[in-house]
């Protein structure tokens, strides 16, 4: 079975400093993770994946994520923070038989400060 | 290419009635994922169906059903409502099975149960 934790259910940062989000699963086999934002009265959007290969995933809007299998981590982050980048983001598992549907972690909301 | 259309998008209902939610997925996606997200539990996997058959299921009581057409578009059941079952439903599509596939999301329909 597949879990996840997100440390912090809301994160504030200033405009232009460096973002990160905590996310740790625990499964008992190998995992897919993934990284979803959900902006406000919308569904979510995928910003990035890992399923193999190489650890360091790049995203979309500048977001990144590093796999630690010896941490069990996923944490997201992105050097530099812009407003719109305020929003609810989840962290997610599932198996990487790739045939179990995804367990999101609990979310966290990020505040971008002007 | 029109997104993933779910109908409608706000949805009041007393206790005890039955609802029906509709997903038009995106055009040539055979996968439809349903999720349910409250504040309380956060976004939890109701079931997923294939070419009209049911290949995953959540750990969600018999009131929640669904069911896939052959132009695979999905509807999604829940019979004799509570006040819990107050939540933002989101429906996903896919190419295929799978979490190795994107997943795109619609923008949910928000039921209120009173």
């Known amino acids: 079975a597949q879990s996840v934790t997100q440390l912090g259910s809301h994160v504030s940062v200033s405009e232009g400093a460096l973002v990160l989000l905590r996310c740790n699963y625990s499964s008992s086999v190998p995992p897919y993770l993934f990284w979803y934002v959900q902006y406000p009265n919308q569904g979510l959007q995928l910003l990035l994946k890992y399923t193999t290969g190489a650890t360091l995933v790049k995203g979309i809007n500048g977001f990144e994520a590093e796999f630690k299998k010896s941490e069990t981590s996923f944490h997201l982050t992105k050097p530099s923070a812009h407003m719109s980048d305020a929003a609810e983001y989840f962290c997610a598992v599932s198996a990487n038989s790739g045939n179990t549907p995804l367990v999101f972690g609990k979310g966290t909301r990020l505040s971008v400060i002007a | 290419k029109a997104g993933v259309t779910q109908t409608p998008r706000y949805l009041i209902k007393t206790r005890g009635q039955q609802v029906t939610l509709s997903c038009s997925p995106i055009?040539?996606?055979?996968?439809v994922s349903w999720y349910q997200q409250t504040p309380g539990q956060g976004l939890q996997f109701l079931f997923e169906y294939f070419s009209e058959t049911q290949r995953n299921k959540g750990n969600f009581p018999g009131r929640f059903s669904g069911r896939q057409f052959s132009n695979s578009r999905s509807e999604m059941n829940v019979s004799t409502l509570e006040l819990g079952d107050s939540a933002l439903y989101l429906c996903?599509?896919?190419?295929?099975?799978?979490?190795?596939?994107?997943?795109?999301f619609g923008q949910g329909t928000r039921l209120t149960v009173v």
């Open positions: 996903a599509s896919s190419l295929a099975v799978g979490t190795f596939t994107e997943a795109f």
């Open positions: 055009s040539g996606h055979r996968s």
